[in-house]
């Protein structure tokens, strides 16, 4: 069942006339029943892959006040998680041989599955620091990683803050009404109306065959992908967020304006930023207090914990060593603003604002080029051919083997 589709539209109505109906505790069961029914229809095995999750989670949530417990859930969750990302990559082949198409090696990996193991990560973690603690109520945590509105792409939410939300009770008023709608409608026109329409216009091989585009043609198509994919998620943010307004639970903002960033730090406080959060609260942070503490020198604590951060965004984006190369690039200009002393709360007027937006525009949509293209050989082709405009550079790229 696709978002933008009458299917989700008549199960969304469905859903609320009857969910209005119901008491707090009997509409998060409704809301449960109703989010595996709408995965099921997906593939009902992603929905026992799901409730799979949910039980492991739930029951070591009880029991990680040990260390081992802690352990066991993370080594399930993140083996797991790499796993299946590394089986339904471009080279699962290659790790399991020839006796498998790889459309079936495709279905090993559920869709939504990236955004709710972060999740069960976090409930995990956060119970292990004292943030939270273990969910009394199977039906409400396992409504924290099924709840429809954000399962297939999230945001994705911590622990304390939905489940809270849960055990509260909701009053949707004339204010919460007009939000949510408006939410849905913005979210429908950025991504049907900007988003599809952008998409629509992308040659088939624009990426997978630069070198038949000239640089400026190259140059064009590049920004309409760049304009195509943020619509379409901030678009897709949109609706879900106002939907799940509509029902009084409030979900995290997910962009605020990517393309007025005025560093590489600040971009991500504005660029899917439940997900930027996330890494930062569980790998960056985590990573440089462990150095500190140890006494490590000064530029390890510097150049390891942004470069490991953008690695593991690259790896959760993607097993391709062009996304890895992507989230490498990142990781190295978050150094070099470390070094240059540049903080996302650092901000600049007038021109030197302008300028400083455009440098990080230019930067981050030239990395887009890994996401697109989905490897090093087609990425290389396509940056080299990108800055040649003579025409006497449109083969040159570096040879990278093909399988990368």
Not at 228 to 240: E, H, M, P, Q
Not at 342 to 351: D, E, N, V
């Amino acid at each position: 069942m696709q978002i933008i589709s009458a299917q989700f539209l008549v199960f969304s109505i469905v859903v609320l006339a009857i969910y209005y109906l119901l008491t707090r505790r009997a509409q998060n069961i409704w809301l449960l029943l109703a989010s595996y029914f709408f995965y099921a229809l997906i593939s009902w095995q992603y929905a026992l892959a799901l409730f799979g999750v949910t039980i492991v989670n739930y029951f070591i949530g009880r029991k990680v006040s040990s260390r081992a417990w802690l352990a066991l859930g993370l080594i399930i969750n993140l083996g797991a998680f790499s796993l299946l990302k590394l089986l339904t990559g471009p080279y699962g082949e290659r790790i399991v041989g020839d006796g498998i198409a790889p459309d079936a090696l495709a279905l090993l990996l559920p869709i939504g599955f990236s955004f709710y193991i972060l999740q069960a990560i976090s409930y995990l973690l956060d119970i292990s620091r004292g943030q939270a603690k273990p969910a009394q109520n199977f039906i409400d945590f396992a409504l924290y990683l099924s709840y429809f509105p954000k399962l297939l792409a999230g945001p994705i939410e911590r622990p304390t803050r939905f489940l809270s939300a849960l055990e509260a009770d909701r009053r949707v008023d004339n204010e919460s009404l007009a939000r949510g709608f408006g939410l849905v409608c913005v979210g429908i026109l950025r991504k049907v109306v900007i988003a599809d329409r952008l998409n629509s216009f992308l040659p088939a091989t624009i990426f997978s065959d630069p070198a038949s585009f000239s640089s400026l043609e190259k140059l064009l198509w590049l920004l309409v992908f760049t304009f195509g994919l943020y619509n379409d998620f901030a678009g897709y943010t949109g609706i879900v967020r106002g939907l799940s307004a509509l029902m009084g639970i409030e979900l995290s903002p997910n962009f605020r304006q990517p393309f007025f960033a005025q560093s590489i730090s600040d971009f991500w406080t504005r660029w899917h930023i439940s997900l930027s959060f996330w890494f930062r609260d569980y790998i960056f942070f985590p990573a440089r207090r462990w150095l500190m503490q140890r006494r490590w020198p000064q530029w390890t604590a510097m150049i390891l914990p942004p470069m490991l951060t953008m690695l593991a965004s690259g790896f959760w984006h993607g097993a391709y060593v062009s996304i890895l190369a992507w989230g490498a690039f990142h990781g190295f200009l978050l150094i070099g603003e470390q070094a240059l002393k540049i903080s996302a709360a650092q901000k600049t007027r007038g021109l030197r604002s302008v300028l400083a937006s455009l440098i990080v525009f230019s930067l981050t949509t030239l990395a887009l080029t890994a996401f697109a293209a989905s490897s090093l050989r087609a990425t290389s082709m396509f940056i080299f051919g990108l800055f040649d405009f003579s025409g006497g550079f449109a083969q040159t790229y570096i040879p990278w083997p093909d399988i990368i």
